[in-house]
């Protein structure tokens, strides 16, 4: 790139089991979207992106090189990278770590939904409440106490303004996501979103409109917890 231009990263965290914390050497990010959706303009430092999650951010570059780095959140190793080249300078050693990774970093549940993206006021019609259960020894996940297969679906109608009331029952975050929807989550103000990364007990209420019927899933993005059984779906 040119010194002064201001580009886009649009940046998806397709890995099985990995949070990811964001950024670029030098920068700070200017966040626009999550999820497709978009947000008031949010500066930051670093992000943290789940998986499953999507991110849109502009930045406007400086003169030199930069590195653009993705560390693994609570795992050990060298941070993935690439590198932004405006003008002249050394790459730093692979194993450099930039310092943006070692302050702050956003949330993406700390922005705000640009108006645009609001679902319309309502009040919820009904509420479900979704325990996330589960333990590392011995390795089980389930929703409700239960995994996927023994699991009683969530039942609603179709109109229905639904909230699900998720609380992470475990020492582990999760990000939760849904099919065939979006929810607004009113503790964000309304962020739309289609994954939300839920901390150890944690509590996060997640409204959708039951606006497209059918058999939907709901799952922990981590894959490895969903194909033990953390999941379960939504019939209407």
Known sequence: AKPGQKVRLRVVNASSDTIFKLALQGHRLTVTHTDGFPVT????????????????????LGDGVFVL???????????????????????????????????????????KPADSARLPDRKPDTTLDVALNGQMKPYAWGLNGKRFGED???????????????????MMAHPMHIHGHTWALPGSDGLRKDTVLIRPMETVEADLQA??????????????????????????
């Open 69 to 111: 780095q993705a560390a693994t959140e609570g795992k050990k190793g060298t941070p993935a990278r690439a590198i932004v080249r405006t003008g002249s300078g050394n790459v730093p050693a692979p194993d450099t770590r930039i310092a943006e990774l070692d302050g702050k970093a956003l949330l993406t549940t700390q922005l």
């Open 152 to 170: 009683t679906p969530l039942a609603l109608s179709r109109g229905q303004r639904v909230r699900l009331r998720m609380t992470n029952m475990t």
């Open 41 to 60: 303009p949010t500066q930051a430092s670093a992000v943290y992106l789940a998986m499953g999650e999507r991110l849109d951010a502009t930045i406007t």
């Open 211 to 236: 606006d497209n019927p059918g058999t939907w899933m709901l799952h922990c993005h981590n894959i490895y917890h969903a194909e033990l059984g953390m999941m379960t779906t939504l019939r209407y």
